[in-house]
């Protein structure tokens, strides 16, 4: 049996779990990646991917045991042979950008299907540990910022969320209810039956590989995409008036911190963020700089998937734990992804010819982590 450490990324084939295998495997982990789908943009890292729901408590028994080696999950292998991952990221969520989680059309779905799958991974993770005998693994929750009460975000000015302010709770979503729920459910089963946990609470996760079209883009994706698509001094739909608040983490910050998280005591929940908040208005503004175009806001007030107010990550907790805190700037990352998104757009054309779009103010080089 291989003496690397090994690691079960759930939501391997979506955003941040595929930047994550990528970089589990760079340092050194044998990696199992799961998901419904296959990444959609890159073949996995992963030592080998299991496609199958993890909605099934059977599907879900099997593949949180780690067996020795790669392609013996389609073995039939003996139950002396049964061994627990030592890390369990736990990514898989029904979830999209404000268009699919604040129109209520979608809420049962999200709900019921992000609820199974983390009571299936905890409950046969708890079975393992009671047929083996031993408690090695340790879990990883991605919880989200939507999690706070939405009377904490009716402010455009300073909305910081340290975590103490989760209570009283009053998400303003069904998704963030379930996630607060979530949190409890690993919280609850660390402390009733021993199970390591970390959890961690994401703020605007961005970057390229990210869902940039479809209706369940984050807001990066959706305006980057839209600048990418506008004639030079036209005009893009910004849901809302521009006005309200968030802050954006670029995808190799999270998972820096996520690691860090990880590989400490600290058992959370803790924040993982930028503090660097903006307008909507101002993201425009900063993606048409990227794209050196000028480009006229179409504001949209009549929607139902604005959102709250203003939100902004507060740090001092994880810099107090852990020493972590963002580096790049946010100008920095929407150049990447934009750059991304461009290329991706260009390619659903076809017989469009695909160049690097012009970003020569921006050094690729700067930007390496």
Known sequence: MSSKKTALVLGAGGFIGSHMVRRLKSEGYWV??????????????????????????LFVEKVIRYTGSTGN?????????????????????DMGGAGFIFTGENDAEIMHNSCQINLNVLEKVRELNDFTGRNKTKIFYSSSACMYPAFHQESTEDPKLPEDLAYPAAPDSEYGWEKLFSERLYLTYSRNHGIPVRVARYHNIFGPEGTWEGGREKAPAAICRKVSEVEDGGAIEVWGDGQQTRSFLYIDECIEATRRLMDSDFVGPVNIGSEEMVTIDQLVDIAAKVADKTVEKAHITDSNAIGVRGRNSCNDLIREKLGWDYQQSLEEG???????????????????????VNVKDYDEALFTN
């Open 334 to 356: 929407i150049a990447k992804t934009y750059n991304w998104i461009y290329r991706q757009n260009k390619k659903s054309v076809p017989g469009t010819e695909v160049e690097n």
């Open 73 to 93: 999950f389609y073995k039939s292998v003996p139950s002396r042979y049964w061994n627990g991952f030592d890390e369990i990221y736990q990514f898989a969520a």
């Open 32 to 57: 199992r990646g799961v998901d419904l789908k296959y990444p959609e943009f890159s073949a996995s890292a992963a030592n080998e991917f299991i496609q199958g729901d993890l909605r099934d408590p």
